[in-house]
């Protein structure tokens, strides 16, 4: 933006939110200017942080009085760029939209405000018994969670992000304010549009309320980690496990070097072997019942290592350690940049797909392990990159390629759960084909000036290039 327009923008913008909530201070421009990932980095222009809808709606028209975009940002936490506002304009921060309005017990419903974080939000739910079921294992908000459809460890149980959103606020590109959804647990009634706002990265409107399913917290929970002689033996067992109707609730894989990454990072001493981390709930007789049945599962498949964790100390060190997995491949590899691979394929296609990717990483000799969420035919490399080495910059390029060409080949996708963003724009037309030109229209129908969230999740229009 041109320095006259962003001045002239940031005092209309002081004059609706006051002195401290419009800025454009270097260190708050140079924080909504990068994510978690490896994308280059470009300060925001203005930032604001807004406490209401409508302060959210009036920023909003501003942006489009003088046409300039608008960026949402949760906790930048997303993996392929989607906050970084490439073609300037103004951030909107939402962590001062940080309330929970209404807990519905009875209905196993939550409204709040979408700068509520996961964690935020469980805290307060537990003291009912309650909780909320989408763990991306960042800390992430949940207007941030929705945008990206996020998911994570626990959706081979309970689904991704769009099957927990009842309703949403959402504050389109011209002002104006809509509901998705309602309370009720189903509809015939139009069309879906919780289905069409979820995973759409700030590009057709912001969420400023979310009305979001949660669940009873089980009477049991039991977590183990199974380590097996090789990769195809330890996905071979998930698939095997899910085939036999044992309802895990999660199930993770993670490979043998980052089974040594966790070690080095968790103080741990777990085999160095392809293992599982998986978890039972339920009442306490059915979870007998799926662990034996488990149990005789790997070790048909060659499981020499089945440990158990029952009480809440050792479940939370077992699954802290797999959480804090890519962290720890972050402060191991000091002054690279961090690439995630994010395919999905369907389960039947995994073992292949893993094989294929393993073999491949090795062959291009380059740093990188393999975790998944492997009920769901969802897995990533964690790719370690040192950016001044163009040569490695390239090669992690082609390997993503790679993996991206296999899973679509197999009609899988480009990306389970970390979304488009700029990263993973290049494959949007073979993915969906026709599809994405009706993609296309929704957007043009909703946002015509293209200012919302502008180069992510659609190719950019002729006036961003
Ligand atoms: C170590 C690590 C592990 C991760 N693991 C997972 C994982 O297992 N599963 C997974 O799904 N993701 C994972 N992620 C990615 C990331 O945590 C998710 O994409 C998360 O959902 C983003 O939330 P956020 O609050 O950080 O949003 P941001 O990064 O701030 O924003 C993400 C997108 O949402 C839009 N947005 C934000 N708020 C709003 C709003 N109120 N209205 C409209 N649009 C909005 C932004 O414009 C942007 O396009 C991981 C990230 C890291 C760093």
């Known amino acids: 933006m041109a320095v006259q327009s962003t001045e002239l923008i940031l005092d209309e913008l002081k004059k609706l939110l006051g002195e401290e909530r419009a800025t454009s201070n270097d260190t708050v421009r140079d924080l909504h200017g990068r994510d978690e990932s490896y994308h280059a980095v470009r ?8 406490e209401t809808t409508d302060e959210v709606s009036a920023i909003v028209k501003t942006a489009a009085k003088h046409k300039v975009p608008i ?70 908000t949940l207007g941030g969670m929705a945008a990206t459809n996020a998911s994570g460890t626990t959706t081979v149980k309970y689904g991704v992000m769009r099957d927990q959103v009842r309703d949403l606020e959402v504050v389109l590109a011209d002002g104006s304010v809509i509901h998705t959804g309602s309370l009720a647990a189903k509809s015939a009634s139009g069309l879906h549009l919780n289905g069409l706002f979820v995973g759409s990265e700030g590009t057709l ?49 993670v490979d043998e070097p980052s089974m040594q990454q966790v070690n080095r990072h968790a103080g741990t001493d777990y085999p160095v072997k392809p293992t599982l981390f998986l978890e039972f709930s339920g009442n306490v007789a059915g979870l007998r019942q799926d662990i034996e049945f488990t149990k005789e599962i790997v070790s048909d498949l060659g499981c020499d290592n089945l440990e158990f964790e029952m009480d809440q100390e050792g479940m939370n060190r077992l699954w802290e350690a797999r959480h804090h997995l890519a962290y720890s491949y972050i402060h191991s590899n000091p002054g690279r940049k961090m690439m995630v691979t994010d395919v999905c394929v369907p389960i039947s296609e995994l073992a292949g797909a893993v094989h294929h990717a393993r073999e491949t990483v090795d062959r291009m000799g380059l740093i990188g392990g393999i975790t998944g969420h492997v009920g769901d035919g969802n897995f990533h490399i964690i790719l370690m990159i040192d950016m001044n080495n163009p040569e490695e910059v390239k090669k992690s390029e082609q390997l993503n390629e790679a993996i991206v060409s296999y899973a679509l080949d197999r009609n899988g996708t480009c990306t389970g759960e970390h979304g488009v963003g700029v990263g993973k724009l290049k494959y949007q037309a073979r993915e969906h084909g026709a599809a994405l030109a009706v993609m296309e229209t ?24």
């Open 71 to 140: 960026v949402p940002f949760g906790l930048g936490s997303s993996l392929e760029g989607h906050v970084i506002p490439y073609n300037g304009g103004i951030t909107i921060d939402f962590s001062l939209m940080n309330k929970i309005l209404e807990i519905r017990e009875d209905d196993f419903l939550v409204r709040v405000q979408p700068g509520v974080t996961r964690t935020q939000l469980n805290k307060e739910l537990k003291k009912r018994g309650l909780f909320f079921s989408v763990d991306p294992g960042a800390d992430a």
């Open 205 to 253: 409107g912001c969420f400023t309320e979310l009305t979001l399913r949660v669940y009873g917290i089980p009477e049991q929970i039991a977590a183990a980690r199974a380590s097996f002689p090789t990769i195809d033996d330890a996905v071979t067992a998930v698939v095997s496990i899910q085939q036999a109707g044992v309802p895990i609730s999660r199930v993770e894989l």
């Open 442 to 465: 929704i957007k043009r129908a909703l946002d015509p000036d293209h200012l919302m969230n502008p180069g992510k999740l659609f190719s950019p229009s002729k006036e961003d290039a």
């Open 43 to 50: 300060p925001a222009d203005i930032v604001v942080f807004p």
